[in-house]
């Protein structure tokens, strides 16, 4: 039951082989006996995911269902407000916090049907891309328990590679999704900003942040995006247009043909600091792109080279202002430092006890960014080079229908490597980021095992914003070449996991 | 500690005064800035909240397009240029009544800017520059509980209210006045009174001083007679009535001269103003460290009102409610005095629609200025608040007109209509009270007091007419009000002569 796809599992309901509460009760098992050793899970919900789960078995036996994925279990990562069920956002300053609304994101599931299996570890408010920053341990890889599972939303991931999920929720601030796919051997879309309801996700950077589908196929992808995308009146940012169809253009790229698609390779996202391993599995599978039928074209994409500084100006910027209302005055963690404390000294003891390091280091530098005197060298001139690369995409995009690359620079790295090494950590985004700094949609789809360690390898597919569908098509399409290639998916070696 | 204060005369032989007004107007719009919640005012506190106005994770912010609406049109009534394309942004600061220790206001692209207000004091007029007027949200409410103040300091603890938070608002800021001279303390009055009559006749606010739905901070400092360098400022908060920010100016002047004419600097700080005693008292510091670290509010999309649309709000806009008033005093032959106390009184409308139904305009200006505001006084309201129209004194004025009422009836029937006993046709009806023009009975009633009072009847043949009015007042009460008063002195001297 636990390896089958969504879609496989939305088959096996549609014809009556298998109930909704049968397939959640597999997965809450599976959860009980695996995520001990993986710890994708802050929360799991059974006794809520069971009832949503036999209503769902009702709705069907009494003729309607509510989409395509109804009674399908999902697992949500713990930035998206969920009524009822706690949202940590990965921090101790919100432990305990059980918010009194959905999030957009999270309604549409219950909407469409899915029964919420619980919360996803995340780096601490999306902060990190190991996952080891989150305030309550880190998740482990499921291919390896001794490396990271990507990040922020390395249990997201982990929890969809370990079969605890088949459907996962992920947020992409700079690659928290797509990241951690590729590390896990999972399927992780971003969609186009505004393409997905923001309302409702703990903001990071609100001009970066996108939620978005994590699966183990590009088509439960398609699928998942199309419950939960779409136009929200509660987010202005949300593009009131409707979505391109996702599910037919993953079917159409399964099917194989490329012929008359240009895939532009990104010629900045190669050389020092990749993993030879994971560039041969890049250059393997544009060769299959190739074979379906794709033109390659080389495109340059100069300002991509400082897409990291910028968004390290953007991003904690945004958050240090984001990150003010965490004060112990209305809701989450409260500390007094004595007796008759003030509202100010209650607000300092408790953001220091509340907020990890990482977190701090990102106040402290968007603080500065901000700062009068500071400002125009730092938020808004990082505001012009973000101009400059969406300019570099828009010229890349007249030369492509896509645009290609590895997903991330390595394949897992081992907990604790780079943690005392910001730097280090924050160039695992290399390739991500520019994706978010222009508002474009990207997945990244496994790529195979790099040689040097058998570790999982992803491959990035850009498209303009939306065009998300580009991305599903040529995703499905590499998917199925490289699923024959291989005579079936990418599994983590299950004696890992007992 | 007191302050040493310079005479206010004193302070204009040495000093210039240059003025800056910041007027915070809450709009009435039926939700909030950003969310659907309620505004109304006087609500059980923390009831009209949501997660967005909470500040509550993840909760976004949606523009409330009647508050925008609000904004260009008291804009467009400043005279001010109306922006294409403007954007929210985020002033960061910490405080326990603002949800997102951020306020959602606009910076560097106001929506309105560039205007002016001609300001008439003693029939002189001054040009008052407006920099800008911009929309921001409200932030909740501190109770501090336990200190003998209702201040922070030394309070035990303090509650907060959210209902306040993400009212809409619209900032209304002045370029420096200056020239206003001994005439500044009027000045800052009337451009207040003014813009508040402005505000009233937009239909965008309560425009209640008194409930904070106009509030007034008053930037004043003091330059060197003739030097035309601008001084050190200060900000005086909170000023809420009209009164008080003519005596926070005049305090404020006095206080700059005193220090600057000991030779010490005036700080950079905001001040509280005091209505009880009249005096400020410094407030924070304001420094050059206060940083509110603006930026563009990245949730939000851009605000561009169309050329079209302002176009149209421009056609909504009342007629300028300085150049109405001299339009109203001339076709009404009212004196400065009463037409003063009539706009002091918040009658203009019911004045007006009073007359429009059919009453003289002194007559209408009777009711509203005298029973009326004494009853609304009473109640602590306007007189539009009324529970009485102006059809309805349009038409108790009629009913004394041919002679159904007198003044006294008159005001039984107001009683009537203030406990809700209907029309005041009704009223009379059910209560009785048309004149009595029976003579036969006024005749008996006539004989009855003199009957009942020879000495006076005997005053009265002797030639001392005024000692009439005894007579009347017994025939009166025998009737129980409801005879025609200059009737009965009729029979009375006819009997008598």
Redesign the interface.
């Known amino acids: 039951m636990i390896t089958r796809t969504a879609a496989e599992l939305a088959a096996a309901l549609a014809s009556g082989e298998t109930t909704s509460v049968a397939a959640t009760r597999a997965h809450l098992d599976r959860i009980a006996e695996v995520d001990g050793a993986v710890h994708a899970f802050l929360h799991v919900d059974a006794e809520g995911a069971l009832a949503v789960a036999e209503a769902s078995d009702a709705r069907r036996a009494a003729g309607t269902t509510l989409s395509a994925l109804d009674g399908v279990p999902i697992a949500v990562k713990d930035v998206?407000?969920t009524e009822g069920l706690p949202?940590t956002?990965g921090s101790k300053i919100?432990e305990g916090?059980v918010?009194?609304?959905d999030?957009t994101v999270v309604r549409r599931l219950r909407e469409a049907g899915l029964p919420i299996l619980g919360k996803t570890n995340m780096d601490e408010f999306a902060m990190g891309s190991s996952t080891e920053h989150s305030a309550y341990g880190p998740t482990r890889n499921p291919w390896d328990l001794d490396r990271i599972p990507g990040g922020s939303g390395g249990g997201s991931a982990a929890a969809v590679a370990a079969f605890e999920a088949p459907l996962a929720i992920g947020t992409d601030t700079g690659g928290s999704i797509r990241q951690p796919g590729a590390v896990t051997g999972t399927v992780g879309m971003k969609p186009t900003y505004g393409g997905v309801s923001?309302?409702?996700?703990?903001?990071l950077?609100?001009?970066l942040d996108q939620a978005g589908p994590v699966t183990r196929t590009v088509l439960d992808s398609a699928m998942l995006h199309e419950v939960i995308g779409g136009h929200d009146?509660?987010?202005?940012?949300s593009i009131d247009q409707s979505l391109p169809p996702l599910v037919e253009a993953a079917r159409q790229g399964a099917s194989g043909d490329l012929s008359g698609v240009r895939i532009g390779i990104i010629s900045e996202m190669s050389g020092d600091g990749w993993q030879p391993g994971v560039l041969t599995r890049f250059r393997e599978s544009v060769d299959l792109l190739v074979k379906a039928g794709a033109e390659v074209v080389e495109v340059s994409c100069p300002t991509f080279v400082h897409a990291l500084a910028t968004y390290y100006l953007i991003l904690p910027?945004?958050a240090?202002?984001n990150l003010?209302?965490?004060?112990a005055?209305?809701?989450g963690l409260r500390v007094w430092p004595e007796e008759g404390a003030s509202?100010?000294e209650v607000?300092r003891a408790t953001r220091d006890a509340g907020f990890g390091d990482e977190v701090k280091r990102r106040i402290i530098l968007g603080?500065y960014a901000?700062?009068?005197g500071y400002?125009d060298a730092y938020?808004g001139q990082a505001q012009k080079v973000r101009t400059l690369i969406s300019r570099d995409f828009e010229a890349a995009f007249e030369q492509a229908d896509v645009l290609v690359s590895p997903t991330a620079p390595t394949t897992a790295f081992k907990l604790g490597e780079k943690l005392d090494d910001p730097i280090a950590m924050y160039l695992n985004d290399l390739a991500t980021i520019p994706a978010n700094l222009a508002g474009v949609p990207g997945i990244s789809v496994p790529s195979g095992l790099a040689d040097e360690d058998g570790l999982p390898a992803g491959f990035q597919i850009l498209a303009p914003a939306l065009a998300d569908d580009r991305c599903y098509r040529v995703g499905a399409a590499l998917e199925a070449a490289l699923l024959d290639q291989w005579g079936g998916p990418l599994v983590p070696p299950e004696e890992n996991l007992s | 500690m007191t302050d040493t204060l310079v005479a206010f005369d004193d302070v204009l032989t040495s000093y210039d005064p240059a003025m800056g007004l910041e007027v915070h107007v809450e709009l009435n719009t039926a939700s909030k800035m950003f969310c659907g919640c309620p505004t109304e005012f006087g609500a059980e506190p923390n009831t009209q909240v949501c997660?967005t106005c909470?500040?509550?994770?993840?909760?976004?912010?949606?523009?409330n397009g009647k508050a925008v609406e609000s904004a260009i049109r008291i804009g467009l009534a400043l005279n001010c240029e109306i922006a294409e394309w403007c954007r929210f942004a985020?002033k960061?600061y910490?405080y326990?009544d603002m949800?997102?220790?951020?306020q959602t206001s606009q910076y560097d692209e106001p929506i309105c800017f560039d205007g002016f207000m001609d300001v008439e004091v003693e029939g002189e007029t001054f040009r008052v520059e407006i920099e800008r007027a911009h929309m921001e949200e409200d932030t909740g409410k501190s109770l501090h509980v336990g200190g003998a103040t209702g201040r922070i300091h030394g309070a035990d603890h303090?509650l907060?209210d959210y209902n306040r938070a993400g009212i809409p608002l619209i900032e209304i800021v002045t370029r420096p006045i200056l020239g206003a001279g001994a005439k500044a303390p009027e000045v800052a009055r009337a451009y207040v009174a003014q813009l508040r009559d402005l505000i009233v006749a937009l239909g965008v606010s309560d425009a209640r001083m008194d409930q904070g739905s106009i509030r007034a901070d008053v930037n004043l400092s003091l330059s060197p007679k003739d030097s035309g360098v601008l001084g050190t400022r200060t900000e005086t908060k909170n000023v809420n009535s009209l009164r008080s920010v003519e005596r926070a100016v005049r305090f404020e002047m006095s206080r700059h001269a005193a220090v600057l004419g000991g030779g010490e600097k005036i700080l950079q700080e905001t001040r509280h103003w005091h209505e009880d005693t009249g005096v400020t008292t410094s407030g924070r510091e304001k420094s050059d460290a206060e940083?509110y670290?603006?930026?563009p509010e990245?949730?939000?999309?851009p605000v561009a009102p169309t050329r079209a649309w302002v176009e149209e709000l421009r056609g909504t806009l009342p007629e300028n409610p300085t150049a109405r008033r001299a339009r109203l005093q001339t076709e009404w032959g009212f004196s400065d005095l009463e037409m003063r106390d009539t706009v002091g009184a918040g009658a203009l409308n019911v004045i007006e629609q009073t007359i429009a139904a059919g009453t003289t305009p002194q007559a209408a200006r009777k009711w509203w200025l005298g029973e009326l505001a004494r009853r609304a006084n009473e109640q602590g309201v306007l007189v539009d608040a009324l529970p009485v129209t102006p059809a309805d004194v349009a038409r108790v004025q009629a009913l004394v007109d041919e002679g159904s009422l007198n003044d006294k009836l008159a005001r039984q029937v107001f009683d009537g209509l203030f406990a809700g006993e209907g029309t005041p046709d009704e009223v009379v009806a059910a209560r009785g009270l048309a004149i009595v023009s029976d003579e036969g009975a006024l005749s008996t009633a006539v004989d009855n007091a003199i009957a009942a009072n020879p000495d006076v009847a005997e005053k009265i043949r002797d030639g001392k007419v005024a000692a009439a009015g005894a007579l009347i007042g017994a025939v009166m009460k025998e009737m129980r009000g409801q005879a025609d008063a200059a009737r009965v002195r009729e029979l009375v001297l006819e009997k008598l002569s």
């Open positions: 998206l407000t949202t956002c919100l916090w918010p009194p609304y999030a923001r309302y409702g996700l703990v903001a950077a609100n001009s009146p509660l987010d202005s940012t910027a945004e240090s202002s003010a209302k965490f004060d005055m209305r809701y509202a100010e607000m603080t901000l700062s009068s400002y938020y | 997660p909470l500040g509550l994770p993840g909760a976004m912010p949606v523009v985020r960061n910490f326990p949800p997102k220790n951020f303090s907060v940083d670290r603006y930026f990245p949730d939000l999309v």
